[in-house]
């Protein structure tokens, strides 16, 4: 069993790399894959845990890519780059400086402290789950969900828009730098499992350099899972598949297992392996 999705307090989960390695190999997988937005720095701890406990970590970060405002969102994991001075590593400095000039200027409209964002965070990777914590914890919101929907959301006061990248640059830097990039929770996009405008949107992405596709995902159900396996067959694409546990932030999604249903099978990380440049 595998996990290919999941994040740390690197970037907007609530527990450290290690803890998600240890939950991994509590959950009975044989690999597990870090993939924080837009950051590697968890890496190391991570990997140190998983020889530690005999589990595989792979490599990995989650980009956010810019669409047209008519769908919804588009992210991409990327497997197998780790190296903080290679092409994809260089820009991922440059997003974490820019997000964390967001995350300033989030503070500011919502009239919380900075120091203490980034003291929830464990002092990196802070983000609006942190601001959500902080807005319950001072009265403003009655849960996380809440402080999103009041103060978070798109729209919101304290909404500031993120720099993303398109999806041509992510994927071009993804194989520059030796990765393999992979369409994340493609449902995201608003599009619809089987139709044609998720077929057309992601052929046309695989035409731009994209490997795989995350079908097997934790908070998909059954019927989702397969029409998106299908259609991924269809097209040449790699399957993959993870919880993408937050901790806290996400609670009904556990590592390996997702809702609960999740099982992603060991193979699925040799089809990964096989689409490397």
């Known amino acids: 069993?595998?996990?290919?999705?999941?994040?740390?307090?690197?970037?907007?989960?609530?527990?450290?790399?290690?803890?998600?390695?240890?939950?991994?190999?509590?959950a009975g997988c044989t690999a597990v894959a870090l993939t924080d937005h837009d950051r590697v720095d968890g890496l190391p701890a991570a990997t140190e845990a998983g020889r530690a406990l005999g589990i595989e970590v792979v490599a990995g970060c989650e980009l956010s890519c810019a669409v047209p405002a008519?769908?919804?969102?588009?992210?991409v994991l990327v497997y197998f780059v780790d190296d903080p001075g290679g092409p994809l590593g260089e820009e991922l400095v440059r997003l974490q400086r820019v997000r964390d000039e967001r995350?300033?200027?989030?503070?500011?409209?919502?009239?919380?402290?900075?120091?203490?964002?980034?003291?929830?965070?464990?002092?990196?990777?802070?983000?609006?789950?942190?601001?959500?914590?902080?807005?319950?914890r001072e009265g403003r919101a009655s849960s996380a969900q809440d402080a999103f929907d009041r103060w978070l959301a798109k729209g919101r006061p304290g909404y500031v828009e993120k720099e993303r990248l398109s999806p041509r640059d992510a994927?071009?830097?993804a194989r520059v730098s030796g990765g393999v990039p992979v369409l994340a929770h493609p449902l995201s996009l608003d599009l619809g499992a089987g139709t044609s405008e998720?077929?057309?949107?992601?052929e046309e992405l695989r035409d731009l350099g994209l490997a795989g596709?995350?079908?097997?995902?934790?908070?998909?159900?059954?019927?989702?899972?397969?029409?998106?396996?299908?259609?991924?067959?269809?097209?040449?694409?790699?399957?993959?598949?993870?919880?993408?546990?937050?901790?806290?932030?996400?609670?009904?999604?556990a590592v390996g297992v997702g809702a609960g249903d999740l099982d992603v099978p060991d193979d699925l990380l040799d089809e990964l392996l096989e689409r490397r440049p």
Do not use: Q, W
């Not at 307090?9 to 509590?26: H, I, Q």
């Open 70 to 75: 008519a769908i919804g969102a588009m992210h």
């Open 213 to 253: 596709v995350e079908c097997v995902y934790g908070r998909y159900s059954p019927d989702e899972r397969a029409t998106l396996v299908a259609m991924a067959r269809e097209l040449g694409l790699a399957v993959t598949g993870g919880s993408d546990y937050h901790g806290t932030y996400k609670p009904d999604l």
């Open 171 to 173: 994927l071009a830097l």
């Open 103 to 136: 995350n300033a200027v989030m503070c500011e409209r919502l009239g919380l402290s900075y120091e203490a964002l980034l003291e929830e965070a464990g002092g990196s990777g802070a983000g609006r789950p942190h601001a959500a914590a902080l807005l319950v």
């Open 1 to 26: 069993m595998l996990d290919l999705h999941t994040h740390s307090t690197v970037s907007d989960g609530s527990d450290p790399p290690s803890r998600v390695v240890e939950l991994a190999a509590a």
């Open 198 to 202: 998720l077929r057309a949107t992601v």
